[in-house]
């Protein structure tokens, strides 16, 4: 495969204050493009599907002279772009890995910049109510042989926050909407809820709630985007039974000012008093063992302040 050529922001913007200038893909998202792009700049975000055919929209043909830019140095954007661009035929493709960090830092101009307005960095202080509405719980439980997934509803919810770090938070799930996903047929869907709400495992009618109380958030530093931020202690209380808990979660603002955290964790559920089928206390189970094990998926997001 061949080298794709790069340009410095030097020789680019000397290239671009000629009549025979290339034409400049700003490849990041849409948003990111109408915050601030180069001057001239066609948008073309290399992480959509579409991407090949938004370029043939705004590109007049596969021999076009084309510059490629991403957010900066270290992103690697504007390298993917052009290396799709070349295997899709395009023949004149420049990869400027400066990008647009690189373009500012040299006193460039940029058109559009601040368009969305400033983006939340950190979560505004207060009480930030959970939206029990678009928040999701997700359980799978296993056993040798096979899995069974399913979702159940919060009550409610809400996360503490002082000088933009959160302090502590709480949410409530209500153990009645136990659902499963995985099985298709109504009859057998239902026979297993009936049993996950049973005294066999969940005992709903007299423990009709769950709650998880969260304490502690310490900050992982080096955390980069995508990957958890926060190592967060606390304890479940499940069954009658209150057990510590600590596990990592990502927590930030989204783009429009809410606050949304994102955790994947395992319990034994066994500390909770969940027995049926467990190997730790049951002999011979053949068929009937089930892992100890229940992996849980948080996604939360907040109600708009």
Same mark, same amino acid.
């Given at each position: 495969?061949?080298t794709?050529p790069?340009i410095t922001r030097?020789?680019l913007a000397?290239r671009l204050?000629t009549?025979?200038?290339p034409?400049v893909?700003d490849?990041?998202?849409?948003?990111?493009?109408?915050?601030?792009?180069?001057?001239?700049?066609?948008?073309a975000c290399?992480?959509?599907m579409?991407?090949?055919?938004d370029?043939?929209?705004?590109?007049p043909?596969?021999?076009?002279?084309l510059v490629v830019y991403g957010?900066?140095?270290?992103?690697?954007a504007s390298?993917t772009?052009a290396e799709?661009?070349?295997?899709?035929?395009?023949?004149?493709?420049t990869?400027?890995?400066?990008?647009?960090?690189?373009?500012?830092?040299g006193?460039?101009?940029?058109e559009?910049e601040i368009?969305m307005g400033?983006?939340?960095?950190v979560?505004?202080?207060?009480?930030?109510?959970?939206?029990?509405?678009?928040?999701?719980?997700?359980?799978?439980?296993?056993?040798l042989?096979?899995?069974?997934?399913?979702?159940i509803?919060m009550?409610?919810g809400?996360i503490?926050?002082?000088a933009?770090q959160?302090l502590?938070?709480s949410?409530?799930?209500?153990?009645?909407t136990?659902? =499963? @996903?995985?099985?298709?047929?109504?009859g057998?869907? /239902? &026979?297993l809820?009936? !049993? #996950?709400i049973?005294e066999d495992?969940f005992e709903?009618?007299?423990f009709?709630?769950a709650e998880?109380?969260?304490?502690k958030?310490?900050?992982?530093p080096?955390a980069?985007?995508?990957?958890?931020?926060?190592?967060i202690?606390?304890e479940?209380?499940?069954?009658g039974?209150s057990?510590?808990?600590?596990?990592?979660?990502?927590l930030?603002?989204?783009?429009?000012?809410?606050?949304?955290a994102?955790?994947?964790?395992?319990?034994?559920?066994?500390?909770? =008093? @969940?027995?049926y089928?467990?190997?730790k206390?049951? /002999? &011979?189970?053949?068929? !009937? #063992?089930?892992?100890?094990?229940i992996?849980?998926?948080?996604k939360?997001?907040t109600?708009?302040?």
């Open positions: 495969m061949s794709i790069t030097e020789d000397t204050a009549t025979d200038s034409l893909i490849v990041l998202p849409a948003e990111e493009f109408l915050s601030g792009h180069l001057p001239g700049a066609g948008n290399v992480f959509d579409t991407f090949l055919e370029v043939e929209k705004i590109v043909g596969r021999a076009a002279d957010a900066g140095p270290h992103d690697l390298r772009a799709k661009l070349v295997a899709a035929g395009y023949t004149r493709v990869d400027y890995r400066g990008g647009l960090e690189d373009w500012i830092a006193g460039g101009r940029v559009g368009a400033p983006k939340p960095t979560p505004a202080d207060g009480t930030h109510r959970i939206d029990v509405g678009k928040s999701k719980i997700e359980w799978t439980g296993r056993n042989t096979g899995a069974h997934s399913g979702t509803d009550r409610e809400q503490e926050v002082a933009g959160p502590r938070g949410f409530i799930l209500d153990m009645h136990i659902r =499963n @996903v995985d099985i298709e047929d109504s057998m869907r /239902q &026979k809820v009936q !049993h #996950l049973s495992f709903i009618r007299t009709p709630t998880f109380s969260l304490s958030f310490t900050p992982l080096e980069k985007p995508g990957n958890p931020n926060y190592e202690a606390g479940l209380n499940m069954k039974v057990q510590e808990i600590v596990f990592r979660a990502i930030a603002p989204t783009p429009d000012g809410l606050l949304a994102d955790a994947h964790l395992d319990i034994d559920r066994t500390r909770w =008093n @969940v027995l089928g467990s190997g206390f049951y /002999q &011979k189970l053949g068929k !009937h #063992l089930v892992n100890d094990e992996s849980l998926s948080l939360l997001i109600i708009e302040p």
